[in-house]
Protein backbone atom coordinates (compact mmCIF):
# COMPACT_ATOMS: atom_id res chain seq x y z
CA UNK A 1 0.00 0.00 0.00
CA UNK A 2 2.78 2.52 0.96
CA UNK A 3 4.36 2.83 -2.44
CA UNK A 4 0.74 2.93 -3.96
CA UNK A 5 0.13 5.60 -2.26
CA UNK A 6 3.06 8.13 -2.55
CA UNK A 7 3.02 7.47 -6.08
CA UNK A 8 -0.64 7.59 -6.65
CA UNK A 9 -0.20 10.87 -4.33
CA UNK A 10 2.96 12.84 -6.13
CA UNK A 11 1.03 12.58 -9.40
CA UNK A 12 -1.86 13.84 -7.89
CA UNK A 13 0.48 16.84 -6.84
CA UNK A 14 1.91 17.37 -10.40
CA UNK A 15 -1.27 18.28 -11.43
CA UNK A 16 -3.24 19.86 -8.41
CA UNK A 17 -0.07 21.34 -6.33
CA UNK A 18 -1.18 24.86 -4.69
CA UNK A 19 0.94 27.50 -6.33
CA UNK A 20 2.13 29.17 -3.26
CA UNK A 21 4.30 31.98 -2.77
CA UNK A 22 7.23 29.87 -0.79
CA UNK A 23 6.77 27.15 -2.82
CA UNK A 24 8.67 25.32 -5.91
CA UNK A 25 6.80 23.80 -8.34
CA UNK A 26 6.27 20.14 -8.40
CA UNK A 27 9.70 17.88 -9.31
CA UNK A 28 11.04 21.53 -9.20
CA UNK A 29 14.52 22.48 -7.17
CA UNK A 30 14.26 22.92 -3.78
CA UNK A 31 12.87 26.31 -2.28
CA UNK A 32 15.29 28.83 -0.37
CA UNK A 33 15.35 26.92 2.76
CA UNK A 34 14.99 30.77 4.66
CA UNK A 35 11.49 31.04 2.63
CA UNK A 36 10.32 27.49 3.55
CA UNK A 37 11.38 28.23 7.46
CA UNK A 38 9.88 31.51 7.70
CA UNK A 39 6.61 30.64 5.62
CA UNK A 40 6.21 27.51 7.88
CA UNK A 41 6.60 29.19 11.23
CA UNK A 42 4.41 31.46 10.21
CA UNK A 43 1.51 29.13 9.07
CA UNK A 44 1.43 27.48 12.84
CA UNK A 45 -1.83 28.14 13.92
CA UNK A 46 -2.27 30.58 10.88
CA UNK A 47 -4.55 30.63 7.65
CA UNK A 48 -2.53 30.48 4.12
CA UNK A 49 -4.78 33.45 3.42
CA UNK A 50 -3.69 35.71 6.61
CA UNK A 51 -0.24 34.46 6.07
CA UNK A 52 0.42 35.25 2.75
CA UNK A 53 0.48 39.04 3.20
CA UNK A 54 2.94 38.84 5.95
CA UNK A 55 5.15 36.70 3.93
CA UNK A 56 5.22 39.06 1.63
CA UNK A 57 5.97 42.29 3.67
CA UNK A 58 8.76 40.20 5.52
CA UNK A 59 10.81 38.62 2.31
CA UNK A 60 10.70 42.03 0.62
CA UNK A 61 12.26 43.85 4.12
CA UNK A 62 14.32 40.78 5.38
CA UNK A 63 14.88 38.88 1.61
CA UNK A 64 17.31 36.16 3.26
CA UNK A 65 18.30 35.31 6.83
CA UNK A 66 21.32 37.56 6.92
CA UNK A 67 18.97 40.69 7.09
CA UNK A 68 16.60 39.12 9.78
CA UNK A 69 18.90 38.48 12.19
CA UNK A 70 20.51 41.86 11.77
CA UNK A 71 17.06 43.36 12.01
CA UNK A 72 16.24 45.05 15.67
CA UNK A 73 13.69 42.86 17.60
CA UNK A 74 11.06 45.46 17.64
CA UNK A 75 10.95 46.22 14.19
CA UNK A 76 10.31 42.16 13.80
CA UNK A 77 7.63 42.23 16.57
CA UNK A 78 6.09 45.29 15.11
CA UNK A 79 6.11 43.14 11.68
CA UNK A 80 4.48 40.43 12.74
CA UNK A 81 1.65 42.31 14.79
CA UNK A 82 -1.51 40.51 13.86
CA UNK A 83 -0.35 36.99 13.10
CA UNK A 84 -1.04 36.26 16.80
CA UNK A 85 1.09 34.05 19.17
CA UNK A 86 4.06 36.44 19.40
CA UNK A 87 6.70 33.86 21.09
CA UNK A 88 7.37 32.97 17.31
CA UNK A 89 8.33 36.60 16.37
CA UNK A 90 10.90 36.42 19.22
CA UNK A 91 11.77 32.99 18.38
CA UNK A 92 11.82 33.96 14.86
CA UNK A 93 14.86 36.39 15.70
CA UNK A 94 16.81 34.28 18.03
CA UNK A 95 16.90 31.55 15.29
CA UNK A 96 17.95 33.47 12.47
CA UNK A 97 20.55 35.10 14.56
CA UNK A 98 21.79 31.53 15.45
CA UNK A 99 21.35 30.47 11.72
CA UNK A 100 23.45 33.86 10.56
CA UNK A 101 26.43 33.03 12.62
CA UNK A 102 26.88 29.30 11.63
CA UNK A 103 27.06 30.66 7.92
CA UNK A 104 23.43 29.27 6.66
CA UNK A 105 20.78 26.21 7.22
CA UNK A 106 22.07 23.09 8.40
CA UNK A 107 20.35 20.50 6.15
CA UNK A 108 19.41 17.54 8.30
CA UNK A 109 16.56 16.92 10.37
CA UNK A 110 18.48 16.31 13.75
CA UNK A 111 20.67 19.38 13.48
CA UNK A 112 17.90 21.87 12.30
CA UNK A 113 16.35 20.34 15.76
CA UNK A 114 18.85 21.86 17.71
CA UNK A 115 17.94 25.98 16.41
CA UNK A 116 16.69 28.06 18.95
CA UNK A 117 13.15 27.80 18.73
CA UNK A 118 12.77 25.65 16.17
CA UNK A 119 10.26 22.79 16.80
CA UNK A 120 10.22 18.85 15.73
CA UNK A 121 7.25 19.86 13.24
CA UNK A 122 9.03 23.00 11.24
CA UNK A 123 12.48 20.81 11.73
CA UNK A 124 11.02 18.11 9.78
CA UNK A 125 8.88 20.16 7.15
CA UNK A 126 12.25 22.51 6.30
CA UNK A 127 14.38 19.24 6.27
CA UNK A 128 11.98 17.31 3.80
CA UNK A 129 10.66 20.94 1.69
CA UNK A 130 14.55 23.15 1.42
CA UNK A 131 16.78 20.06 1.27
CA UNK A 132 14.30 16.83 0.31
CA UNK A 133 15.41 14.29 2.90
CA UNK A 134 13.13 11.97 4.16
CA UNK A 135 11.39 13.12 7.42
CA UNK A 136 8.02 12.31 8.63
CA UNK A 137 5.70 15.88 8.43
CA UNK A 138 2.42 15.88 10.02
CA UNK A 139 1.06 18.80 10.79
CA UNK A 140 -3.03 19.48 11.37
CA UNK A 141 -4.41 18.55 7.74
CA UNK A 142 -1.80 15.36 7.83
CA UNK A 143 -2.84 14.21 10.82
CA UNK A 144 -6.38 14.50 9.48
CA UNK A 145 -5.59 12.40 5.98
CA UNK A 146 -3.40 10.18 8.43
CA UNK A 147 -6.29 9.16 10.56
CA UNK A 148 -8.70 8.92 7.37
CA UNK A 149 -6.60 6.72 5.67
CA UNK A 150 -6.11 3.94 8.59
CA UNK A 151 -9.54 4.65 10.43
CA UNK A 152 -7.14 5.48 13.48
CA UNK A 153 -9.94 5.70 15.97
CA UNK A 154 -7.99 6.71 19.09
CA UNK A 155 -9.15 10.42 20.09
CA UNK A 156 -6.35 13.48 19.73
CA UNK A 157 -4.27 13.98 21.07
CA UNK A 158 -3.66 10.58 22.37
CA UNK A 159 -3.31 8.98 18.90
CA UNK A 160 -0.40 10.95 17.87
CA UNK A 161 2.04 8.65 17.76
CA UNK A 162 -0.09 5.78 15.53
CA UNK A 163 -0.95 9.25 13.37
CA UNK A 164 3.28 9.27 12.98
CA UNK A 165 3.82 6.12 12.62
CA UNK A 166 1.19 5.37 9.93
CA UNK A 167 2.29 8.46 8.51
CA UNK A 168 5.94 7.36 8.18
CA UNK A 169 4.76 3.83 7.01
CA UNK A 170 3.59 5.75 3.64
CA UNK A 171 6.46 8.39 3.31
CA UNK A 172 8.98 7.61 0.55
CA UNK A 173 12.80 7.85 0.23
CA UNK A 174 12.25 10.42 -3.07
CA UNK A 175 10.45 13.58 -3.54
CA UNK A 176 9.94 13.36 0.62
CA UNK A 177 9.70 17.42 0.00
CA UNK A 178 6.97 16.73 -2.45
CA UNK A 179 5.21 14.30 -0.81
CA UNK A 180 4.91 16.42 2.58
CA UNK A 181 3.44 19.13 0.73
CA UNK A 182 0.89 17.02 -1.33
CA UNK A 183 -0.33 15.68 2.03
CA UNK A 184 -0.71 19.00 3.42
CA UNK A 185 -2.43 19.73 -0.21
CA UNK A 186 -4.75 16.96 0.20
CA UNK A 187 -5.77 17.94 3.49
CA UNK A 188 -6.52 21.81 2.74
CA UNK A 189 -8.48 21.30 -0.38
CA UNK A 190 -9.84 17.80 -0.70
CA UNK A 191 -9.86 15.72 2.62
CA UNK A 192 -11.24 18.95 4.36
CA UNK A 193 -12.32 18.69 7.97
CA UNK A 194 -15.89 19.00 7.83
CA UNK A 195 -16.90 17.76 4.19
CA UNK A 196 -14.32 15.50 2.92
CA UNK A 197 -14.45 15.38 -1.03
CA UNK A 198 -13.96 11.92 -1.61
CA UNK A 199 -14.84 11.48 -4.82
CA UNK A 200 -12.70 13.87 -6.00
CA UNK A 201 -9.56 12.19 -4.08
CA UNK A 202 -7.00 9.78 -5.32
CA UNK A 203 -6.41 8.22 -2.34
CA UNK A 204 -10.32 6.93 -2.59
CA UNK A 205 -9.17 3.78 -3.45
CA UNK A 206 -7.19 3.05 -0.09
CA UNK A 207 -9.00 4.97 2.36
CA UNK A 208 -10.15 2.82 5.35
CA UNK A 209 -12.54 5.33 6.76
CA UNK A 210 -14.28 6.02 3.31
CA UNK A 211 -14.72 2.19 2.75
CA UNK A 212 -16.16 2.24 6.13
CA UNK A 213 -18.15 5.52 5.57
CA UNK A 214 -18.95 8.60 7.22
CA UNK A 215 -14.70 9.37 7.30
CA UNK A 216 -15.79 13.18 8.86
CA UNK A 217 -15.97 11.74 11.67
CA UNK A 218 -12.39 10.92 11.89
CA UNK A 219 -10.16 12.14 13.64
CA UNK A 220 -12.27 12.27 16.91
CA UNK A 221 -10.90 14.95 19.32
CA UNK A 222 -11.12 14.18 23.42
CA UNK A 223 -13.64 16.76 24.26
CA UNK A 224 -11.73 20.34 25.22
CA UNK A 225 -12.23 22.01 28.61
CA UNK A 226 -13.49 25.21 28.54
CA UNK A 227 -11.53 28.34 28.34
CA UNK A 228 -11.42 30.16 31.49
CA UNK A 229 -13.02 33.73 31.05
CA UNK A 230 -9.93 36.29 32.44
CA UNK A 231 -11.30 40.02 33.46
CA UNK A 232 -9.22 43.14 32.88
CA UNK A 233 -9.11 46.73 32.38
CA UNK A 234 -6.87 48.46 29.55
CA UNK A 235 -6.19 52.32 30.10
CA UNK A 236 -6.10 55.05 26.93
CA UNK A 237 -4.47 57.79 28.12
CA UNK A 238 -4.69 60.38 25.65
CA UNK A 239 -3.49 63.64 25.89
CA UNK A 240 -2.63 66.51 22.38
CA UNK A 241 -2.92 63.74 19.90
CA UNK A 242 -1.11 61.22 21.21
CA UNK A 243 -1.95 58.04 23.30
CA UNK A 244 0.65 56.45 26.31
CA UNK A 245 2.28 53.25 24.92
CA UNK A 246 4.47 51.10 27.24
CA UNK A 247 6.35 47.69 26.61
CA UNK A 248 4.43 44.39 27.92
CA UNK A 249 7.30 42.73 29.63
CA UNK A 250 9.71 40.30 27.61
CA UNK A 251 7.94 36.72 28.44
CA UNK A 252 4.36 35.72 29.48
CA UNK A 253 1.26 36.80 27.23
CA UNK A 254 2.16 38.85 23.89
CA UNK A 255 5.38 39.75 25.82
CA UNK A 256 7.85 42.25 24.51
CA UNK A 257 4.96 44.04 22.52
CA UNK A 258 3.63 47.81 22.54
CA UNK A 259 0.82 47.46 24.44
CA UNK A 260 -1.63 50.21 26.51
CA UNK A 261 -1.16 49.75 29.87
CA UNK A 262 -3.47 47.46 31.79
CA UNK A 263 -3.92 46.19 35.21
CA UNK A 264 -2.41 42.82 35.37
CA UNK A 265 -4.20 40.36 34.31
CA UNK A 266 -3.72 37.18 32.64
CA UNK A 267 -3.91 33.54 31.66
CA UNK A 268 -3.76 32.70 35.53
CA UNK A 269 -5.78 35.44 36.78
CA UNK A 270 -8.23 38.64 36.74
CA UNK A 271 -6.54 42.17 36.78
CA UNK A 272 -6.46 43.92 40.10
CA UNK A 273 -3.93 46.73 39.67
CA UNK A 274 -4.60 50.48 40.29
CA UNK A 275 -4.79 52.69 37.18
CA UNK A 276 -1.73 54.04 36.23
CA UNK A 277 -3.51 57.67 37.04
CA UNK A 278 -5.87 59.12 39.83
CA UNK A 279 -8.73 60.46 38.70
CA UNK A 280 -12.06 59.88 36.83
CA UNK A 281 -11.91 57.26 33.98
CA UNK A 282 -14.78 56.84 31.20
CA UNK A 283 -15.15 53.28 29.95
CA UNK A 284 -15.34 52.97 25.99
CA UNK A 285 -16.55 49.55 26.25
CA UNK A 286 -15.03 45.83 26.63
CA UNK A 287 -12.98 44.14 24.02
CA UNK A 288 -13.08 40.19 23.75
CA UNK A 289 -10.24 37.84 23.00
CA UNK A 290 -9.58 34.16 23.07
CA UNK A 291 -6.15 33.37 23.53
CA UNK A 292 -4.61 29.41 23.75
CA UNK A 293 -5.72 29.25 27.25
CA UNK A 294 -7.91 31.84 28.49
CA UNK A 295 -10.19 34.07 26.98
CA UNK A 296 -10.27 37.88 28.56
CA UNK A 297 -13.40 40.40 28.46
CA UNK A 298 -11.11 43.68 28.84
CA UNK A 299 -12.96 46.75 29.78
CA UNK A 300 -11.48 49.98 28.10
CA UNK A 301 -11.42 53.12 30.30
CA UNK A 302 -10.62 56.50 29.09
CA UNK A 303 -9.20 59.27 30.33
CA UNK A 304 -7.99 62.71 28.14
CA UNK A 305 -5.82 65.60 28.54
CA UNK A 306 -4.43 63.47 30.75
CA UNK A 307 -1.05 64.22 32.87
CA UNK A 308 2.03 61.75 31.83
CA UNK A 309 2.15 58.49 34.13
CA UNK A 310 5.23 57.47 36.17
CA UNK A 311 7.10 54.86 34.86
CA UNK A 312 8.53 53.81 30.93
CA UNK A 313 6.63 54.50 28.20
CA UNK A 314 5.80 56.76 25.57
CA UNK A 315 3.69 59.15 23.68
CA UNK A 316 2.16 58.01 20.35
CA UNK A 317 0.64 60.10 17.88
CA UNK A 318 -2.99 58.89 17.15
CA UNK A 319 -2.75 59.23 13.46
CA UNK A 320 0.06 56.50 13.35
CA UNK A 321 -1.20 54.35 15.85
CA UNK A 322 -1.45 51.66 13.07
CA UNK A 323 2.53 52.00 12.98
CA UNK A 324 2.60 50.92 16.69
CA UNK A 325 2.86 47.40 16.04
CA UNK A 326 -0.04 46.71 18.49
CA UNK A 327 -1.13 43.04 19.01
CA UNK A 328 -4.44 42.26 17.62
CA UNK A 329 -5.96 42.55 21.29
CA UNK A 330 -4.88 46.74 21.57
CA UNK A 331 -6.09 47.15 18.05
CA UNK A 332 -9.11 46.36 18.74
CA UNK A 333 -9.15 48.71 22.04
CA UNK A 334 -7.18 51.49 20.03
CA UNK A 335 -10.38 50.76 17.04
CA UNK A 336 -13.57 50.48 20.06
CA UNK A 337 -12.10 54.23 21.46
CA UNK A 338 -11.94 56.03 18.60
CA UNK A 339 -14.99 54.99 17.29
CA UNK A 340 -16.53 55.82 20.65
S1 LIG B 1 -11.09 9.16 0.50
FE1 LIG B 1 -12.11 10.79 1.55
S2 LIG B 1 -11.62 10.51 3.72
FE2 LIG B 1 -10.21 9.23 2.55
S3 LIG B 1 -8.39 10.50 2.33
FE3 LIG B 1 -9.67 10.84 0.52
S4 LIG B 1 -10.95 12.62 0.99
FE4 LIG B 1 -10.06 11.85 2.90
Redesign the pocket.
Known amino acids: MAATVSETLLAWYDRHARDLPWRARPGAAPPDPYRVWLSEVMLQQTTVAAVKPYFAAFTARWPDVEALAAAPEDDVMAAWAGLGYYSRARNLVKCARAVAERGGFPATEADLRELPGLGAYTAAAVAAIAFGQRAVVVDANVE??VA??FAIEDPLPGARKAIRSAADSITPDRRAGDFAQAMMD??AT???ARD???L?????Q?????AAGD??R?PVKAPRKPKPLRQGRAFWIERDGAVWLVRRAGTGMLGGMRALPDDGWSAQGDGSADPPLAGAWECAGVVRHVFTHAALELSVLVQRDAPQPAGPGEWWPLDRIEEAGLPTLFAKAARLVRAS
Open positions: RVRLLGVCTPRCLCPLAACAARPAL
